[in-house]
């Protein structure tokens, strides 16, 4: 399938091998994991962080497969999480960027186009997240707004 805005098709990548049960050298426990996990939270690192730094310093090579759920469900749980996604709250950040790089520049063309297709991007993605019950209803991003998510 072709990219939504490029018209072209994207490169084929690796894929995790299908497991069911941890690898008998792993010698985290599931508590371990989630303490750990826990841990690196209160550290202000987002899920995405944590896994690396599970996977590389600790050899922790899927959460989901030791504990079986995923990062966020644990943060989820434990009321770490952030009250925006990830991804939408990366998203903000980006358009945020893209503002005030407008700002100074202000003929910068494609630019404008990057800023319109992320602000499409984070509509469609509030929209999936309003249907699954992640975000309120009345929920909006104001522009006003949008500096401070990005902080």
Do not use: F
Not at 63 to 76: A, D, F, H, P
Not at 117 to 133: C, F, N
Not at 142 to 149: I, M, N
Request: glycine content about 6%; charged content about 30%; some cysteine.
């Amino acid at each position: 399938m072709a990219r939504m805005y490029s018209r072209r098709k994207g490169k084929s990548g690796s894929t995790k091998p299908i497991k069911k049960e941890p690898s008998a050298w792993l010698r985290y426990t599931p508590k371990e994991v989630e303490a750990l996990t826990q841990k690196l939270a209160k550290e202000t690192k987002n899920s995405a962080k944590i896994g690396v730094i599970l996977r590389d310093a600790y050899g922790i090579p899927s959460v989901k497969i030791v504990c079986g759920k995923g990062i966020t469900q644990i943060l989820r749980e434990k009321k770490l999480a952030a009250e925006l996604p990830e991804d939408l709250l990366n998203l903000i950040r980006r358009s945020v960027k893209i503002q005030k790089h407008l700002e100074e520049n202000h003929k910068d063309q494609s630019a404008r186009r990057g800023l319109l297709l992320t602000t499409s991007k984070i509509g469609r993605l509030t929209k999936y997240y309003k249907d699954q019950g992640m975000l309120p209803q009345d929920w909006t991003l104001d522009t006003k707004s949008l500096r401070l998510y990005a902080e």
